[in-house]
């Protein structure tokens, strides 16, 4: 559809899409296309839940939150914050995995931390960069629309029209 649509003015109107394979998801090696009962057969299922919910061990063949977090960070650090203190804005959809990672990086959490991090799929979460730091706006377990945007200008100020409604 886009080709049918595109053209120089519809350029300009549109948001870049960048793609990086250091944002894909880990990789589970072995694991990979198996479910979780397939999985649990064949490597008993302590094993499995040691492989799934580790920071540091990976599955045969596979890659460990560790070493997801190394290469999703990095290009965190080259590729996205140069855009921020260019004052662009920018939004990172990516892979549960690779989101833990630079959540675990921005919110400095621990190894253990970010193994018990649950991210809810399609809900926004906001970080700002101000002044060199992250401030961030909204939950990992399912903020709502209202918490996540609160600190615009408009929304803020529609808040308190509403909020002098109800009281």
Known sequence: MWSQIY?????KQSIPVITAWQLNERMYGELQG???QETADRFGKEQVH???RSYDIPPPNGESLEMCAERAVAYFKDQIIPKLVD???VMIAAHGNSLRS????LDKLTSQEVISLELSTGIPMLYIFKEGK??????PAGPSEAGVYAYTKNLAQYRQKLDGIVQ
């Open 87 to 89: 004052g662009k804005h």
């Open 102 to 105: 630079i959540i675990m990086h």
């Open 34 to 36: 198996l479910n979780k």
């Open 7 to 11: 053209s120089e003015e519809t350029k």
């Open 134 to 139: 992250f401030i961030r706006r909204g939950s």
């Open 50 to 52: 040691e492989w799934r």
